[in-house]
């Protein structure tokens, strides 16, 4: 068996869902299919069904606050095993302020635990989640966590309580020249707003760059 191409891809699943889909290929070779989220269930069906793509390799999430729109992308990977090369990618973009998506698990049963992972992980809610058990409950995080780890909007504890370690430019570590100000990346806290300050440092600390400790005097510039 051949591998599926996009051209074709494209005509199934326009023919299938009555709509002009985006399909395009990825680095691989792979069609990927954009879907809105309302036609997602019908557009798991055809690709099981009519493509015959009866593996499902893996379900997930990225977040992507600043697209247009922006949102959370759910990307499903399904194949033929039968013929790992018959394979497709399933997208589409949804609310970041509410995700929900019809769950697959009534098509692949083994698609359960991607579900859970990316519910736990990114706050999507799969409805109609069935896998003969107590539902959406917790896959990697302990009970009672809060909180979605996986969103870039995510505060990570361990980048509050200490500096964050990445690469040092002149003038980072208090000596040498000054660096140009980076952007943060994401999980690190503004120092003017995390953690514990003395009092009068409130704006030192907001004056710190993003890998600088709140207070830490600058450098020497020559005269």
Do not use: N
């Given at each position: ?56 390799d ?24 039968r ?21 697959l ?10 579900e859970?992972?990316?519910h ?34 995510f ?5 509050v ?28 806290p ?30 020497v510039?020559?005269?």
């Amino acid at each position: 068996m051949t591998a599926l191409r996009a051209a074709a891809v494209a005509d199934i699943f326009a023919t299938g869902l009555g709509i002009e889909v985006a399909v395009a290929a990825d680095a691989a070779g792979t069609p990927v299919v954009d879907v809105p989220v309302e036609r997602w269930a019908e557009a798991a069906q055809l690709a099981r069904d009519v493509l015959e793509l009866d593996f499902v390799d893996w379900l997930s999430a990225v977040d992507e606050p600043e697209a247009d729109p922006a949102g959370i992308d759910v990307v499903l990977h399904v194949a033929d095993s039968r013929a790992i090369t018959r394979r497709v990618l399933l997208r589409t973009r949804l609310d970041a302020a509410a995700p929900s998506l019809p769950s697959l698990t009534g098509r692949w049963p083994g698609v359960a635990w991607h579900e859970r992972e990316t519910h736990e992980m990114f706050g999507v809610l799969f409805e109609d989640f069935r896998d003969g058990q107590a539902g959406l409950r917790p896959l990697l995080l302990p009970e009672g966590f809060e909180g979605t780890p996986l969103r870039k909007s995510f505060v990570l504890a361990a980048r509050v309580s200490k500096p964050w370690p990445g690469a040092k430019e002149p003038g980072e570590g208090g000596s040498g020249a000054p660096s140009r100000r980076k952007a943060r990346p994401p999980g690190v806290p503004d120092p003017a707003t995390w953690g514990p300050h003395e009092a009068g440092q409130a704006d030192q600390a907001g004056q710190a760059g993003p890998f600088e400790q709140p207070g830490q005097p600058g450098p020497v510039t020559p005269q």
